[in-house]
Every structure is written in C-alpha cells, then in structure tokens.
C-alpha cells in the first residue's frame, strides 16, 4: 500500500512537470485531477490502515493487553506516516521545484511548510477519525456522516444568519477564518486522539467528531476582530492617512427591479464562475425579500491616492435612517459592486461608482421622505511594489515571481506565471511596444492577504492574465500590431498590501423618490 | 502433587460492578486469588467471567467498586503490570497477516523478561508451524500460539478467558499440559465452563451465576460447602461430587432463593 501511494505521488508530480505552462499538453493535463483524487484517497486509506491495524474501539483486540506504552504506540503511528507519506512527498515535490529551476531555499521552505500542512492538517485529522472506528468500512460510514451533519449547519447557518452566516468569506480576510478551521481541526483530531488512545471512548471520541463538523461552520471570526486583527497584522504604513471619500458632483440614480429576477441573474453569474456556496447564499438572500430591490448608484469620490495606488472594498456596511433618526435600514453589503473602489489607478479624478442596494418595502416606506445614509467603508490600500518586464514571446525567472511565460493564443498574449512563493493577490499588465505605445492595462485582484499559506495539492502557486491583442470583431483597435509582438514586452505590475483602514461616507439628504431611474 | 498456595491475593476484588445501561453484568463481585493458585472462575454462558477478566486487565471500566492486580488498581494498569501478565482468549483477536515467526519477534522487546529458550522449548512442544500466517492456523493451533506468547515470559499472572472453547480433546490435552508445566511458578485465573475439564488442574473455585458470586474457595473448602447445598436442597448425598454436581446444586438453590424473594 505504501509503494501504491508512493507510486501515485510520483505519477501526479510527473504529469505535473509535463502539463507545460503555456502550451497545453492534454495527456498528462487530464492525468492530474484523477491522480491527485487518487493520491488524496491512498493517504487517506493508508492513514486510516495503520491506525486500525491496532483498532482502538472493541475489548478483543491483542495489543490491549500487551506492555506497550500508549504514547509511543501512537507517535510510531504518526512517525510511520511521516515516513511513507510525507518523506517521498517531499523528495518528490523538492525534485520537482528544483527541476523546475525553482531557488533551493524558497522551494526548500515551501515544500516543508507543505508536507508540515498536510500532515497537520488532513493526515493527522484523518488518523483520529480512523481511531474512532475498527475497519474502512465505519470509517467511510462515519464520514458520511460528517458531510452530511456539515452540510446540514451549513444551510442551518445561511438560513438562520443570512450573509452573515460567514462575516469574512470572500474577503481578504478568509485566510483567518480558515487559520481557525484549520487549528480547530487539528485541535479537535489531538483531543479525540487522546480521548481514543488514552482513554479508549470511542462514542464520546465520535461525538465530539460530529460536533466538531458543525463547529467548522457555527465558529466564525466576527468581521470586525478580523479587521482588527488584520490590521495589526500589517504594520499600517500610514498611506492611507491622506486618503478620504466624498460624494462625487454627479447625482445618484436608481434602479428598481424584481428581487427573484435580480437573483436569478447573480446566481447564474456566481455558478458561471464556480463559486457553488456563494450562489446558493445569494440565492437564498435575495429569496427572502418578498418583491423588488433598489439599486442605488452613488458617485464617490477618492482623494489622495498616487496613480500607483488601489483602493479595495473589503465591506461596505450602509445605514438609512430617517430625518429623526430612526433606523430604516441596515445592510452588511453592498451587493455584487463591492470590491475595488478605486479601480483604475490612471484615472485621474479617482471617481467611481458604488451601488447598493435596500428592499423593496424599505423603498416604499422611505422614499417620500428624506433619509440620512451612511456608507461605513473597511478598506485597504495597495500599492505597486515591483514590477517586471517579460518579452511579448518569451519568458522570465525572477525571485520575486516564479517563472513567467509568455504567449500569443490566437487573439490574446497568454501571460502565466508558476512561483514558489504565494502568488501575489492583484496584479496588472499590458502590453507595451518599444516606443512605449501600450495596450489597455488588465487588472485582476483578488483580495488574500494572508501572510504565508502552504499549498494544500501542488508546492507551485499559478497565475496569470490574458492580454488582448486583437479584436476578431473588429470593434476595438488596439495600439500594437501582431507584427509588433517581436519587439514588444508586457509591462506585469505586482500590487501589495499598505494599510488597512475604515471610512464613513455619508450623505445627510437623501430622497429616493427624486432620484431619477436608471434602467438596466 | 500441587504446591501449597500462599494466602496473599494476588487479584482482589470489592464490591465490583458493572452495567450496561439497565443490565448488570457484574454484581457486587468480592473474589480474591491467591498467589500461586488455579483459579476457576466458573458459570454458564453470560455470567458475566469475561466482563470480570476484561475489567481486571484495564480493557473495560467498572461501574462501581474496585480491583487490584499484582497489587495495582485495574484502572491504573499500564504496561509495567501487563508485562507481568499473560493473557489467552478465545475471541481474541490476532494480526491475521502476520506469520507465527514474525508474531513472536514482534512480542519479544516487548517483555524484558522474555526466556527465547522457554520459547523455543513451547513451540517445540506445542509444534507450532513458523512460517504459516496467522490467518490461517486452525482454531486449536492459534490457542496454542497464543498461549506460546503468554508463557514465553514467565508471567507472575497467567489469564485464561475460556481457552478450552471449541477444542478437541487432544488440543485441550496440548493446551492443559502447557500451562499446568508452568503452574507452578504462576498463578492462574482460567475462565470456563467446562466443568470436567477445569475439575482436573484448578485449587480454587469461582461460581458466577448472572454477575453473581455463589461461591468462591479452595477446592477443599468448596467440598464442605456442597455438603450443605447438597443437604439445603433434599439432593441424594455423593461420596465424591463432581463440579458439575454442585454447581448445578448451586443454581438450584441459588434460583430457589431468586424466586422466593420475587415472591415476597
């Protein structure tokens, strides 16, 4: 079983050296996602295997009555799966790193803090399950059962908290939250571990498994400690000091549509891209507003910030109250417009756009009057903190970076890049002639400010962008001629954090009724 | 001729019980083993022998009361005592893979007191096959292995759960004969039921009947008390009753009093 396993991380990280980065090689590309379920089932058996080789629940088994020492037989256990997991996992990652022209140091640091993840983090975990139970077959009947109970709070918690249910999912600050999943796992495995091995309960040591399951999702950070501690995290490099909003000179629209239709809408897109748990939070948030949403599309204006500058929405929280005072409204979100503020550091005048969004019966009720909104803003500022030129076709090997390759792929230039390091979270490029003439500039940001997070699958940390170079459609005309591409380089901007910081927008007058409509 | 057992217990138990949610497997138990003795721990299927031993040797908590082995409570054994204790079960459960040989080096740095040559000269006499895997010895040949592994290192306490189940007369005969060749450096505590076997090598008596201690003594002592049960009971007087007279004699009454004491 171990040379299986062994034998499966070898084929994985095979296929892995041979996909290519630019150029798509199919074959071994198509081998990876069932080599790595493959890889992630053989740990997981071979886990569970050596645990219950000496099985803990029961009363018949030999090893209970044999002089051996509890402790040691359980770190013989975990230094065996040390051994025949993680030990050729890291040969085979710090080959394939090095192979990959990777530095010694980083990719040394990367693939300990690697194999350390994993087996902190799944092995050790899917060894105190195994402990709970006498063969493969309650094994996997228990982890069913663990799905099935996380699941179950997962909708309980969406449906009884809304949005709020995770205060830092989708933010920046996830890493946090999922630091405290992770350390809670770990916690959790260690305490059934010595529940099992120490004093051999298994029914408690499964009910504290099952309680664990819904703890993942019931024990969530509070937005404002994350921020809190974020913030203390990141050293503020005072940026931001000078940085304020203020209402810009256009007027407000808005915008009324049916919440079941907006719902749909959003839902599609959030599955288009993937992101199964936010669609259903979505769909589920905007099923409880009875009738129409009003999108409420407000001028901000941001001042001092440098061209090189960004400024990310991590959460924009609005308050509507009436002229007295009274509370109208409250909403932790702005809906799908939230994100990056000021998006594009060129523009001069910082001017953007903010929508938000209040119910239907909120509207009805507020509209004749005039309101008072406030717009409470947790923000962060990013600045350029390097920037590299790579050849139009070609490619480059930089510290900082990874390794970067270059493409034409019909109509775009394919910029992708494989670091060692954690990939940096926003990044721009364009493509720029010899003469300095340029192509727009794409942006991609992706708030994660985490400082350091080991890959769970693969030790190499992708990205990239794609550049246009030509619209088939002959709509748009951009500055570089293909025939150029010889001569031309991308310009790739990488971005980093500066401060975390808050500020409150508010607009003292607001009657909804005379904005003017704004349909979409 | 068997040596004279000392007094000092070797297991004691007091008031000791244990339920499972309403049942009570064990009641109230009070049994006390001597050093160097055999000791039969006797009753029918379900009498609550094994959830005795199981709680002797840490494997199970009691509800209430407490043991002693080799002068340390149950709940705290940990491997110094076990390294002193021999065990044989009937559903105990072996690392089926592995082979005969492979089993022993396994055990070996287990047990500072392990004797190769008392090994070597077991297996001989018990001719277990080195090289078959666990999994597939018989039945009869995995009790002799097991035992092998018990006896290997002299054990100051050798425990016996029902050893002679499901054995033909020749394997009990083989099994019998080797641990009565090392009874007289250890003492015993065998589980049973088998009366007429148990009858030919035990110098003390243990009769469980549903977690209850009917009796317990010498083998002398037990004699004397059958007497009077035999008496209690209006039963035929017999010159030399076997075990399973009186235990038999011994449920009866024992079920008398039961169903009296329903009555009232």
């Known amino acids: 079983m171990v040379a299986l396993v062994v034998a499966i991380q070898l084929g994985y990280e095979c296929a892995a050296l041979n996909s290519g980065l630019l150029e798509q090689k199919t074959g071994a590309e198509a081998l990876l996602r069932p080599l790595m379920l493959a890889w992630f089932i053989g740990i997981a058996a071979l886990s569970a295997a050596v645990v219950q080789q000496d099985a803990v629940p029961g009363v018949d088994q030999d090893w209970l009555i044999r002089p051996l020492n509890r402790t040691d037989l359980l770190l013989a256990k975990l230094i065996f799966l040390a051994l025949t997991i993680s030990g050729p996992m890291f040969i085979l990652n710090l080959a394939h790193a090095l192979a990959m022209g990777m530095p010694f140091a980083s ?26 139970t006498r063969n493969l077959t309650e094994l996997i009947i228990l982890g069913a059962a663990l799905v099935v109970i996380f699941a179950v709070s997962l909708s309980l918690s969406a449906f009884l908290a809304g949005p709020e249910w995770c205060p830092t999912c989708h ?16 916690l959790g495995a260690i305490v059934i571990l010595c529940t099992q091995y120490y004093w051999r309960r298994s029914a ?24 809190a501690i974020e913030r203390w995290l990141s050293e503020p490099s005072g940026d931001a000091s000078a940085i304020a909003l203020e209402l810009g000179e256009e007027a407000p629209s808005l915008n009324t549509t049916s919440a079941g239709s907006l719902a749909a809408r959003q839902t599609t897109q959030l599955l288009l891209r993937g992101n199964v748990d936010q669609a259903f939070e979505n769909l589920h948030r905007r099923a409880r507003r009875e009738d129409m949403v009003v999108m409420i599309d407000l001028p901000v204006h941001t001042m001092g910030m440098s061209a090189a ?10 308050q509507l109250s009436s002229e007295d005072g009274r509370l109208l409204y409250r909403g932790p979100d702005a809906g799908p417009s939230a994100g990056l503020l000021a998006a594009d550091p060129a523009d001069a005048t910082g001017s953007a756009h903010q929508t938000i969004e209040i119910p239907g019966d909120v509207y009805r009720k507020a509209s004749a009057t005039p309101t008072r909104l406030q717009m409470d803003y947790w923000l962060t500022l990013v ?41 940096p979270f926003c990044y721009s490029a364009a493509l720029y002639a010899s003469d300095g003439r340029h192509n727009p500039e794409i942006f991609k940001c992706d708030p994660d400010y985490r400082r350091h997070w080991p890959p769970f699958i693969d030790v190499f940390n992708f990205f990239g962008l794609e550049l246009p170079l030509r619209d088939p459609y002959g709509v748009a005309h951009y500055a570089i ?40 | 001729m068997m040596p004279t057992p000392q007094i000092v217990p070797i297991i004691e138990t007091r008031n000791l019980s244990k339920t499972y949610g309403r049942f009570a497997a064990v009641h109230e138990l009070n049994i006390s083993v001597p050093n160097g003795s055999v000791f039969a721990l006797m009753g029918a299927n379900g009498a609550g022998k094994t959830t005795v031993i199981k709680i002797l040797l840490n494997i199970i908590s009691p509800t209430r009361g407490t043991a002693t082995v080799l002068g340390a409570e149950s709940c705290a054994i940990g491997p110094a005592i076990l390294a002193k204790i021999g065990y ?19 055990l070996r740095p287990c047990y500072a007191d392990w004797d190769r040559s008392l090994e070597e000269e077991i297996r001989g006499q018990l001719a277990l096959p ?66 007429d076997e148990v009858e030919r090598f035990a110098t003390h008596v243990g009769f469980l009947h549903e977690g209850r201690l009917l009796f317990q003594g010498s083998v002398g002592a037990l004699a004397e008390h059958a007497r009077s049960v035999f008496e209690t009971e209006g039963l035929q007087k017999v010159e030399r009753p076997s075990l399973r007279d009186i235990f038999v004699a011994m449920l009866r009454a024992a079920r008398k009093i039961a169903k009296e004491s329903t009555l009232q």
């Not at chain 1, 690697?114 to 399950?129: D, G, N, Q, S, Y």
């Not at chain 1, 999922?178 to 809670?184: D, E, I, N, R």
């Not at chain 2, 009790?143 to 054990?155: D, Q, T, V, W, Y």
């Open chain 1, 107 to 132: 990719s040394l640091a990367a693939v300990l803090s690697k194999e350390l993840f994993i087996f902190t983090c799944f092995i050790i975990p899917v060894a105190a399950l195994a402990s709970t």
């Open chain 1, 171 to 186: 933010t920046g600050m996830s890493w946090l939250q999922h630091l405290l999943q992770h350390v809670g796992t770990l």
């Open chain 1, 204 to 227: 408690v040591a499964r009910g504290l498994a099952m309680l664990g399951a819904a703890s993942l999702v019931f024990m969530q950070i509070p937005w404002s400690a994350a921020f």
């Open chain 1, 309 to 318: 500058e960004m400024l990310l929405v991590d959460r924009l929280h609005i």
């Open chain 1, 383 to 423: 600045k350029v903190r390097a920037e590299h030129k790579i050849a139009a076709l070609g490619e480059l090997r930089s510290p900082d970076i990874g390794l970067c390759v270059t493409g034409r792929d019909g109509n775009i230039i394919a910029l992708h890049c494989n670091s060692i390091k954690q990939a």
């Open chain 1, 481 to 520: 001629d293909p025939s150029e591409l010889g001569t031309s380089y991308v310009l790739l901007k990488i971005y980093g954090e500066r401060d975390h910081f808050k500020r409150t927008l508010t607009v003292a007058e607001l009657q909804l009724e005379r904005l003017r409509e704004n349909p979409r």
């Open chain 2, 88 to 106: 044989v079960a009937e559903n105990q459960v072996l690392p089926l893979r592995m082979r005969v040989n492979d089993f022993f080096e396994y």
């Open chain 2, 130 to 195: 080195p090289n078959r895997k666990i999994g597939e010895l018989s039945h009869g040949m995995r009790m002799k292995m097991a035992l092998a592994c018990a006896l290997s290192f002299r054990p100051k306490l050798l425990v016996l759960d029902e050893p002679l189940s499901g054995l033909d007369p020749l394997a009990r005969d083989e099994l019998i004969g080797g641990f009565m060749h090392q009874a007289s450096e250890t003492t015993i505590l065998i589980s049973s039921h088998e009366l």
